[in-house]
């Protein structure tokens, strides 16, 4: 098997159709090594098109979710991240909890040197909330550049 084969040896979703897990809690997140666990660089997902339901009303509620995070030995694969986000469609719960139940299902999953993520929710009411979170400081040297994502107006 050529060393590239072997990296992604036990992944189950990569290259496969894969059905949209049930709920996040059954979304299995995989993850990759990281060719370079010494490098210090930014890895960024975004999901315009983020989903959940309101906890009270059932109704959908939507997000711009930004994931920003310093890889350590692990980078997450894309498609699990992919089906664990797209798993949250169906889920109940308030804007807050999302964004950190994300950011902490990664922290756990990678051990990342940095992570943060940024859910910049549709306003529901009239009041768009946004939720920010981070595991502490960036690594000193780390280009950080902006979420581009502007305040809020008329968002979209």
């Not at 995989?30 to 315009?48: D, I, K, M, S, W």
């Not at 098109?49 to 059932?58: D, H, S």
């Amino acid at each position: 098997m050529p060393k590239q084969s072997k990296i992604y040896k036990g992944l189950v979703q990569l290259g496969r159709h894969s059905a949209l897990p049930a709920s996040p809690d059954k979304a299995e997140l995989e993850r990759v090594p990281n060719p370079h666990p010494r490098r210090t660089y930014l890895v960024r997902f975004t999901a315009p098109e983020f989903t959940t339901l309101c906890p009270v009303t059932g109704q959908p509620d939507f997000a711009h979710l930004v994931i920003d995070y310093v890889p350590g030995r692990w980078l997450v694969e894309s498609k699990s991240l992919k089906l664990y986000l797209g798993a949250f469609r169906n889920e109940h719960g308030f804007h807050e909890q999302c964004t950190l139940d994300i950011g902490e299902r990664l922290v756990k999953l990678l051990a990342p040197r940095w992570l943060r993520i940024g859910g910049y929710w549709y306003p529901r009411g009239g009041m768009p909330i946004d939720v920010f979170w981070q595991t502490g400081r960036p690594p000193p040297g780390l280009w950080l550049p902006d979420t581009g994502v502007a305040p809020y107006r008329g968002r979209g």
